[in-house]
């Protein structure tokens, strides 16, 4: 083997194996490292031929063992990852045998959701107030001494929604409901933020050779409800030029006061007024297939985008790749009721559509539906391709909503 690049915690199906085609287009040797499970359910939906390697958790003292076997095995150029919970073990692991990466210190800020938010404060740049509790008295004496607004309760570090409550009016009873939510280590500290009127977008992106890349900004929405579930993705969205070059001006901003020089990067922001308010930023490619739309919007490999530069004798291109739209990419997740499935209707049609890039379904009858509370709790979704942006938009409803679920 010759110029091997490991993925750490990458056994994901939904990414996995376009980063392993990718990697191996430019000639790279691939090494996989992640959980049993991951490993398996990796392999019953995508298999790949590659060496594999099982760890029993991605802390970085569990998994350094392995690493440093692997590394005097193999000629390794590089560790990357794709998956939230491995940044910050993945930057360890680079920065302990000299790959690149972005630094440790920069990954831990942005993973906690409170430092960063006060690094960009310092920078002039719009946050809302935010505060961090350890315990639900400390959250009980700040919504009293801030009666009658709006709030969002959530957790330092985690993501897909999980753990994300809204506190209307400063009510005690959804501090409660919300403090419930979190799991106990995430009680021991949370954090508590002003809601933002506003319109959700995120921006992706990728470094090249240290220059931040703008692939376009994703448009978002969210499912009703209380929770903050979301349910469809637009990419490119139709933002006005003047715009969009204004939200790339804060993120060149906000990438620069925290750190980030490598890799790829997903940024949360709202449209307020006229105010840009970056939320929370990510050193790894959108999920919910937001990595998906970006590729065929673009045309642009996004993982081959990365690795390119692990590669040592690789002379830095004159220019970055330029950034252009070949059509717009929807990402709808279909909407099913609770309760026990009994059948599932309309799927098989919707797969032969022409529009269609994948119609994804994570569950089957005999399963137990609950209530969609975070992410992780969706049930599939439909990815749609066309050239117009509003066209594309429609036919991703109409597909999903020709899912039909059977439930008791």
């Given at each position: 083997?010759?110029?091997v690049?490991i993925?750490?915690?990458?056994?994901s199906?939904r990414?996995?194996?376009?980063?392993?085609?990718?990697?191996?287009?430019?000639?790279?040797?691939?090494?996989?490292?992640?959980?049993p499970?991951?490993?398996?359910?990796?392999?019953?939906?995508a298999?790949?031929?590659?060496?594999?390697?099982?760890?029993?958790?991605?802390?970085y003292?569990?998994?350094?063992?392995?690493?440093?076997?692997?590394?005097?095995?193999?000629?390794?150029?590089?560790?990357?990852?794709?998956?939230?919970?491995?940044?910050?073990?993945?930057?360890?692991?680079?920065?302990?045998?000299?790959?690149?990466?972005n630094?440790t210190?920069?990954?831990?800020?942005?993973?906690?959701?409170?430092?960063?938010?006060?690094?960009l404060?310092?920078?002039?740049?719009?946050?809302?107030?935010?505060?961090?509790?350890?315990n639900l008295?400390?959250?009980?004496?700040f919504?009293?001494?801030h009666?009658?607004?709006?709030?969002?309760?959530?957790?330092?570090?985690a993501s897909?929604?999980?753990?994300?409550?809204r506190?209307?009016?400063?009510?005690?009873?959804?501090l409660?409901?919300?403090?419930?939510?979190?799991?106990?280590?995430?009680?021991?500290?949370f954090?508590?933020?002003q809601?933002?009127?506003?319109?959700?977008?995120?921006?992706?992106?990728?470094?090249?050779?240290?220059?931040a890349?703008?692939?376009?900004?994703?448009?978002?929405?969210?499912?009703p409800?209380?929770?903050?579930?979301?349910d469809?993705?637009?990419?490119?969205?139709?933002?006005?030029?003047?715009?969009?070059n204004?939200?790339?001006?804060c993120a060149e901003?906000?990438?620069?006061?925290?750190?980030?020089?490598?890799?790829?990067?997903?940024?949360?922001?709202?449209?307020?007024?006229?105010?840009?308010?970056?939320?929370?930023m990510h050193?790894?490619?959108?999920?919910?297939?937001?990595h998906?739309?970006?590729?065929?919007?673009?045309?642009?490999?996004?993982?081959?985008?990365?690795?390119?530069?692990?590669?040592?004798?690789q002379?830095?291109?004159k220019?970055?790749?330029?950034?252009?739209?070949?059509?717009?990419?929807?990402?709808k997740?279909f909407d099913?009721?609770?309760?026990?499935?009994?059948?599932?209707?309309?799927?098989?049609?919707?797969?032969?559509?022409?529009?269609?890039?994948?119609?994804?379904?994570?569950?089957?009858?005999?399963?137990?539906?609950?209530p969609?509370?975070?992410?992780?709790?969706?049930?599939?979704?439909?990815?749609?391709s066309q050239?117009?942006?509003?066209?594309?938009?429609?036919?991703?409803?109409?597909m999903?909503?020709?899912?039909?679920?059977?439930?008791?």
């Open positions: 083997m010759k110029n690049l993925l750490f915690g990458c056994a199906h990414q996995g194996p376009r980063a392993i085609a990718q990697a191996h287009e430019l000639g790279l040797e691939t090494i996989l490292i992640d959980t499970e991951n490993l398996n359910n990796l392999a019953i939906k298999p790949q031929q590659i060496p594999v390697y099982p760890i029993a958790s991605k802390q003292e569990d998994c350094l063992p392995l690493l440093e076997e692997i590394c005097a095995r193999f000629p390794v150029i590089g560790i990357y990852t794709f998956e939230e919970y491995s940044v910050e073990t993945c930057a360890r692991l680079c920065e302990k045998f000299g790959f690149a990466n630094t210190a920069a990954v831990q800020q942005i993973r906690n959701k409170y430092l960063c938010r006060q690094m404060a310092r920078q002039g740049l719009p946050q809302p107030l935010s505060c961090l509790f350890s008295a400390q959250a009980e004496h919504l009293h001494a009666p009658a607004e709006d709030w969002i309760l959530k957790p330092v570090d897909g929604s999980q753990g994300v409550s506190i209307r009016n400063s009510a005690r009873q959804d409660h409901t919300a403090y419930a939510c979190l799991t106990e280590p995430q009680q021991q500290s954090i508590i933020e809601f933002i009127e506003g319109t959700e977008f995120s921006l992706e992106g990728f470094f090249h050779y240290g220059e890349i703008f692939q376009g900004v994703t448009e978002k929405s969210l499912k409800g209380g929770a903050f579930v979301e469809m993705h637009v990419f490119p969205a139709a933002l006005p030029p003047d715009t969009q204004r939200v790339y001006e901003k906000a990438l620069r006061c925290v750190g980030l020089t490598f890799g790829h990067f997903h940024l949360e922001f709202w449209l307020a007024d006229e105010h840009i308010i970056i939320g929370e050193c790894r490619p959108g999920g919910d297939y937001i998906l739309l970006t590729e065929t919007a673009t045309r642009i490999p996004t993982y081959a985008a990365v690795f390119q530069q692990y590669l040592s004798t002379t830095p291109p220019s970055p790749p330029e950034i252009a739209y070949f059509c717009t990419a929807v990402v997740y099913a009721p609770e309760g026990r499935l009994v059948a599932i209707g309309g799927l098989e049609d919707v797969r032969q559509s022409d529009d269609i890039l994948l119609a994804e379904m994570t569950v089957k009858p005999g399963d137990i539906i609950p969609c509370t975070d992410s992780g709790k969706r049930v599939g979704c439909v990815v749609v050239e117009k942006g509003n066209h594309a938009r429609q036919t991703a409803m109409e999903a909503a020709h899912v039909q679920f059977d439930v008791i």
